[in-house]
C-alpha cells in the first residue's frame, strides 16, 4: 500500500525573458531558490486561536475552522530534524523565534491537509500569516520524522528526487493515478502529475544523477514503475539523510567561514571574480548613519542581500535579484553608524566579458 507522501503546492513557473541563451538560462533555472549562504533561516510555530483554515463542512452550507498548532511533541521532532540539516556543518543556520513577523519559515500543523512546504526562497512571496511549511499526519508515529526531513529539505531548494528526468522512470501512469486517488492520499489527478508523473527540468534537480536513497526520493509500492527493470518491485529508500544529499546541500550551502569578511569600502569597487553559483561576502562598517545603495556591476546574474548583525546573527535587512534582467542587483537601506552589517552577493552566471564588481556609495 502506497504511504502518505508530501504534496507540493502548484506554483507558477518562473517567467525569464526571451531570448536568454542557454547557459544562462541553465543558471537561472539551478539556483532561483537557493538562499545566499550565511542566511539564518527563523523558522515560527504558528500558535495562535485565530491561526487556522476555515474548511466547508460536506452538505451542510456551513463551515470550521481547523487548527494550525501542533502539540509540542510534534514541533519537537521538527526541531529535532532542522538539528541533523544543521549537523552537516552547512552555511545556513536555523533559529525558532515567537514573532512570525520576524520568521522565513512559518510552520502549521493542520491535520488532513497534507504535508508540504514552499521551496527555498519561493517562501519570501507569502505574507506573515501564511504557512510556507504544513504537516499534515503525526511526525511522532515510527518512521515519520522522515517527513520533517523532506521538507526542510525543500525549505533549503530541493525537489523531489523521482522527478528528476536523469531517473530514466517509466511509469505505469494509469496505475499511479489509480494508486493516489485511493487512501491515504486521496489525490487528484493534477495533484499526482504535479507531484510524481511530471519531470522536473534538467537544470532544476539537485544533481546530474538519480539518488534513489535521498530523502527526497518517495517509497514506491510495487506495480507502478515499468522500467527500469530493478524497480519493478517498487523504490525504498532508507528514509535518511543519503551521501548525496548531503553532497549537495554543501555544495550550496558549504561551511561558513571564520573570522570577518573583506570590507567593503564607499566607492571603492570589490572584483567579485566568482564562478557561476559561487559567492561573495563582505562587512560594511558605517562611519555615518544615512541611506547607503549596494550595487553590483557587470555582466552577471547575482543575488545581492544586506543583513544587520544583531546580537552576533545576521538579520535580513533588504536584498535584490536581477537574475535575467537587463539591469544589475541594486540594494538601498539606511545603515546606522556603529553597527555592522554584512553584504552578500551570490552569482547565478557571468554571461559577458568584462569581469563583475560589488561597489558602496
Not at 546606522?336 to 563583475?356: P, Q
Request: hydrophobic fraction near 35%; proline fraction near 7%; charged fraction near 25%.
Amino acid at each position: 500500500m502506497t504511504g502518505r507522501y508530501c504534496s507540493l503546492p502548484q506554483q507558477p513557473a518562473p517567467a525569464f525573458a526571451p531570448g536568454l541563451a542557454a547557459e544562462r538560462l541553465s543558471a537561472l533555472i539551478d539556483g532561483r531558490a537557493k538562499w545566499v549562504n550565511g542566511t539564518v533561516l527563523h523558522y515560527y510555530f504558528f500558535d495562535g486561536e485565530t491561526d487556522a483554515s476555515v474548511i466547508p463542512v460536506p452538505g451542510t452550507g456551513e463551515t470550521r475552522r481547523v487548527s494550525w498548532v501542533g502539540a509540542e511533541e510534534q514541533r519537537a521532532v521538527v526541531r529535532d530534524c532542522f538539528a541533523e540539516w544543521q549537523g552537516l556543518g552547512i552555511g545556513l543556520s536555523f533559529a525558532e523565534v515567537d514573532d512570525r513577523s520576524e520568521a522565513e519559515l512559518r510552520i502549521g500543523f493542520q491535520l488532513g491537509d497534507g504535508s508540504w512546504s514552499t521551496v527555498g526562497r519561493d517562501a519570501l512571496r507569502l505574507g506573515q500569516n501564511e504557512r510556507t511549511v504544513n504537516f499534515g499526519w503525526d511526525l511522532t508515529a515510527s518512521g515519520e520524522h522522515t517527513t520533517a526531513l523532506h521538507e526542510i529539505g525543500h525549505a533549503l531548494g530541493m525537489l523531489h528526487e523521482h522527478q528528476s528526468p536523469f531517473a530514466g522512470i517509466h511509469w505505469d501512469d494509469e496505475a499511479v493515478y489509480a494508486e493516489l486517488a485511493g487512501p491515504p492520499n486521496h489525490w487528484d489527478r493534477d495533484t499526482t502529475f504535479h507531484n510524481i508523473l511530471r519531470k522536473l527540468d534538467r537544470d532544476e534537480v539537485n544533481g546530474s544523477v538519480w539518488d534513489p536513497q535521498s530523502i527526497m526520493e518517495y517509497p514506491f509500492p510495487s506495480g507502478l514503475i515499468l522500467e527500469p527493470e530493478q524497480f519493478r518491485a517498487g523504490v525504498h529508500p532508507p528514509g535518511a539523510l543519503s551521501p548525496l544529499d548531503k553532497e549537495f546541500v554543501l555544495r550550496w550551502y558549504p561551511p561558513a567561514c571564520t573570522g570577518l569578511p573583506e570590507e567593503l569600502v564607499p566607492f571603492r569597487s570589490a572584483p567579485l571574480r566568482l564562478g557561476p553559483g559561487e559567492q561573495a561576502d563582505f562587512r560594511i562598517e558605517p562611519t555615518q548613519t544615512r541611506e547607503y545603495t549596494v550595487g553590483v556591476f557587470g555582466d552577471g546574474d547575482a543575488v545581492a542581500v544586506v543583513f544587520e548583525e544583531r546580537d552576533g546573527e545576521p538579520r535580513f535587512v533588504a536584498g535584490d535579484d536581477d537574475g535575467g534582467t537587463p539591469h544589475n542587483a541594486t540594494v538601498k537601506a539606511r545603515l546606522v553608524k556603529g553597527r555592522r552589517y554584512f553584504v552578500r552577493v551570490r552569482l547565478y552566471s557571468g554571461w559577458g566579458s568584462g569581469e563583475t564588481a560589488v561597489m558602496c556609495w
